[in-house]
């Protein structure tokens, strides 16, 4: 009889090794059983975007990370356009902005969607932006390659806006603002001066408005 319940012990035993060995294949563990498709290669390219973002600011950064980490997700842009004739043209995109390198930086990526019933490309910038602990600024760099714009600029809060100021490719003084500022909306505005900054004209007015998390 002990010899009858030791076999059935080691049958049952048999038996619950090679289910848990099958769990196991298919969770990844060992080879694929045969026939099984191989894993894709891994592929290259997508090193270095993988390896650039950030969860969080760094810790060295302390109390200035919250200036811009207010603004980390993706936003719902209406852009506006104001031209020199008064005129203003209207479209709109997303923003998106996240922590990269180490939590040392942000960047963010600016998208104007085509017109509808048109074979237009989107329109795509980007801006890398970085607190300067020795000189006690923000700098931003701003690339636009499809317009060949590179542009720099440096500032920091100002009350409870964020100013920046730089210069344009033809010399002209720059004034990029984060206004109205909540935690769903704010107003981005771009200001050119001729005059060495006695007046400012309206260029760009962009409403912003944070995307519902659940639909990112």
């Not at 002209?172 to 900054?197: P, Q, T």
């Amino acid at each position: 009889m002990a010899s009858t319940t030791r076999t059935r012990l080691l049958a049952t035993t048999l038996a619950a090794t090679s289910i848990l060995g099958g769990v196991g294949s298919r969770a990844g563990e060992g080879a694929p059983p045969e026939g099984t498709p191989s894993a894709a290669p891994r592929d290259s390219r997508r090193d270095m975007v993988t390896a650039l973002p950030s969860l969080g600011p760094h810790p060295s950064l302390g109390a200035e990370a919250r200036l811009f980490d207010r603004l980390i997700g993706t936003w719902d842009c209406n852009y506006s356009f104001h031209a020199a004739d008064g005129t203003v043209s209207r479209s709109s995109g997303e923003l998106k902005f996240g922590w990269i390198i180490d939590g040392r930086a942000l960047q963010d990526i600016w998208i104007g969607y085509p017109k509808d019933h048109t074979k237009d490309e989107r329109s795509i910038g980007t801006s890398v932006r970085f607190f300067d602990s020795n000189a006690g600024i923000w700098r931003v760099v701003w690339v636009a390659p499809a317009n060949g714009l590179l542009i720099t600029l440096q500032g920091g809060a100002e009350g409870s806006r964020i100013v920046l100021r730089g210069q344009d490719s033809d010399g002209s003084a720059l004034r990029w603002s984060f206004n109205d500022i909540e935690a769903d909306s704010f107003v981005w505005r771009g200001e050119k001066s001729r005059d060495g900054g006695q007046t400012w004209r309206l260029e760009e007015e962009h409403h912003m408005r944070r995307r519902n998390r659940g639909s990112e």
